[in-house]
């Protein structure tokens, strides 16, 4: 399993980078079988996004690290470096670029995108990285 991550580097430029996500088998909702598990995450508080169609053509950096679940509609995230990826229902991403340049997430389509968006509490890395 892999995760994209928004990240800024020391300069305060913006790239995208895939992270595999290591799993582990483990016996994690007994009696069921084994199945893969992540390490755990210390996370924070949550919030459910709405945002409308063309939203937003402005730079933003994250207000802080979070993992971010698309729920509904389609973004394209373009980070400062000028890299881009398209982002859909069902993905997940890590934005990992507090007090930078920032990313641009524009909302594709007519249709309105739902995010939910949960803190990361932790300040080291989230996921093995492998560059």
Request: proline residues 8%; glycine residues 10%; aromatic residues 6%.
């Amino acid at each position: 399993m892999q995760i994209t991550e928004i990240y800024a580097d020391e300069d305060g430029e913006t790239h995208i980078r895939t992270s595999p996500i290591i799993l582990t088998p483990r016996d994690f909702a007994p009696p069921s079988a084994p199945m893969g598990v992540s390490a755990e995450l210390p996370l924070t508080t949550g919030v459910i996004l709405e945002l409308p169609s063309g939203w937003d053509p402005r730079y933003h950096a994250t207000p802080r690290r979070q993992l971010v679940a698309v729920l509904r509609g389609s973004l394209h995230v373009t980070t400062s470096d000028g890299t881009g990826a398209d982002i859909g229902p069902g993905d997940v991403f890590f934005l990992n670029d507090e007090n930078s340049k920032g990313h641009q997430s524009l909302v594709q389509g007519e249709e309105t995108v739902a995010l939910f968006l949960v803190g990361h509490a932790d300040s080291t890395e989230m996921f093995d990285i492998q560059e």
